[in-house]
């Protein structure tokens, strides 16, 4: 194998964004153990003594996730091999692309890092990013598909209109908060709220559109999302003195 054509993913990049991942998850739980202990009525040492014990189970496993998935990313290898894109996920699989049936070859950034998209015949899309070199690796990929990168251009009209019938539940509620008799409060339209942040995250996602978001980041977006609904919809049907 030449190793001038053998790319690997940028370890440190995922390292930080686990480390967060993991400190916004713990902040979470943390937060929500506390509210727990402080709601209950009952607050002796044992309450402190299981909450120290989770906390520290979580610690541990929130760890040893991570290890994992920093090994297992350091596996993933891209390979130039004649016309044909190797990508190494673990030692045991490896996807192949054929790169003469690339049409259009992307560049754009998102979130601050440049991204290559390939598209493929049937509208078949392929992104990347965070790869060492990255520069290098776009040169390849012109050099073998015979496509230059072009700038990828966004329809953000399209996108506004879209954005404006997923939130309009939440727009329509917000006005119903002006309505007393209906017992529709800032908790209930805020849970609404979420629920449309949910699903436009889903739907402007790499996996729905072109030039979406990296389908890491909006599902840990939505998991992040969708763990704060669930607090919230306690909080909303099932806490004291709602109204």
């Known amino acids: 194998m030449n190793s001038s054509k ?7 990049y995922y390292k930080k964004q686990i480390i967060l991942k993991y400190f916004i998850l713990s902040c979470l739980n943390i937060g929500f153990l506390i509210w727990a202990i402080l709601k209950s009525e009952k607050q002796d040492l044992s309450i402190y003594l299981i909450s120290l014990g989770i906390i520290i189970i979580m610690f541990v496993l929130f760890r040893r996730n991570g290890i994992r998935q920093i090994e297992l990313l350091k596996k993933n290898i891209y390979e130039f091999d004649k016309n044909i894109l190797k990508h190494y996920a673990n030692t045991s699989s490896c996807m192949e692309l054929d790169l003469n049936d690339v049409k259009v070859v992307y560049i754009d950034k998102i979130f601050g890092k440049k991204r290559i998209l390939l598209k493929f015949s049937k509208d ?29 251009e966004r329809n953000f009209y399209e996108l506004g209109f879209k954005a404006f019938f997923i939130f309009l539940p939440s727009m ?8 007393p008799k209906l017992h529709i409060n800032l908790p209930i339209f805020f849970l609404i709220v979420n629920l449309n942040l949910i699903f436009f995250i889903q739907q402007i996602s790499e996996e729905k559109v072109l030039g979406g978001i990296p389908k890491q980041i909006s599902r840990r977006i939505i998991f992040i999302l969708v763990a704060f609904f669930f607090f919230q919809f306690y909080r909303v049907f099932f806490m004291e003195n709602l109204y």
């Open 6 to 12: 053998i790319f690997h993913l940028d370890i440190n």
């Open 124 to 152: 078949r899309i392929y992104t990347y990013s965070n790869i060492i070199n990255l520069e290098e690796f776009q040169k390849n990929l012109e050099d073998i598909t015979n496509h230059k990168a072009i700038p990828l």
């Open 172 to 179: 329509v509620t917000f006005i119903l908060t002006y309505f």
